[in-house]
């Protein structure tokens, strides 16, 4: 089984960015605990980038081989209508998740434009939301 985390735009700084946010722990550190704890259950991949047209293209890439992405659109989620139609192109299922709750946020944060896209969403708990999404994909393997 196959998984790609990607990560959208200011990911690269956790642990740095807002960490009454999003914590002091930055996704490099936490993605090892991710690949050590599901090691024997699936093959764990990563890719961040702050540009859209990148974040398109590696869904692109793996949207039709892999077993499930976990997608932290990061802002892109409240704006993009080519993460959306990307989305819906593939064939793997996209899992929305964000470490904050969106919903309690800024009201432009509100409305997620690839939630409809989506499997499903986890939302606002903190870094554990990525295992969770992983852990679906585990459960509910072929």
Do not use: W
């Not at 992405?69 to 209508?81: D, K, M």
């Amino acid at each position: 089984m196959k998984v790609l985390v990607l990560n959208g735009p200011n990911l690269n700084l956790l642990g740095k960015r807002e960490p009454t946010i999003y914590g002091n722990t930055s996704f490099e550190e936490y993605y090892h605990d991710l690949v050590s704890a599901y090691q024997t259950s699936c093959e764990l991949f990563y890719y961040q980038s702050n540009h859209e047209g990148s974040l398109i293209d590696k869904l692109h890439e793996v949207g039709f081989e892999y077993d499930g992405i976990v997608l932290n659109a990061g802002a892109y989620t409240h704006t993009s209508i080519a993460l959306h139609d990307a989305i819906k192109a593939i064939t793997t299922p996209v899992i929305e998740v964000h470490i904050s709750n969106i919903h309690t946020r800024e009201e432009f944060r509100h409305k997620s434009m690839i939630a409809p896209a989506c499997k499903g969403s986890v939302v606002g708990l903190g870094l554990e939301s990525y295992k969770l999404a992983i852990e679906y994909f585990v459960r509910n393997a072929n």
